[in-house]
């Protein structure tokens, strides 16, 4: 699943860095929530990520960034992120809360 995170499916990398997080002492909730990221990357295995904005098709570079302030009710942190892409392929992102 690290790999499938890091390298090819880059939207299931914070569960999948929380789940490393109890990969020594996993609970049920722990395999039942692999087990769903495990189901959703058996249903997108044929989706792909394009882009289809003019003004990005014509870049050679470009970066993007956005934040959230307080977007989660519950712990109120924030969240936010940035990309980077080089001749319209991903090479750099993260994504914080």
């Known amino acids: 699943m690290l790999y499938a995170a890091n390298i090819t ?3 299931i990398a914070r569960i999948a860095s929380k789940l490393l997080e109890f ?3 996993p609970l049920l ?3 039942a929530a692999a087990i769903r ?3 959703y990357l058996n249903q997108t295995k044929t989706l792909i990520i394009k882009n289809l904005k003019e003004n990005i098709i014509n870049q050679i570079f470009v970066r993007a960034s956005d934040a959230l302030f307080s977007n989660n009710l519950v712990s109120r942190k924030s969240a936010e992120g940035y990309l980077f ?8 992102w993260q994504s914080i809360k």
């Open 85 to 92: 892409t080089l001749f319209r392929g991903l090479i750099n």
């Open 23 to 25: 990969s020594q002492n």
């Open 37 to 39: 990221v495990i189901a």
């Open 9 to 11: 499916y880059l939207d």
């Open 29 to 31: 909730i722990h395999d």
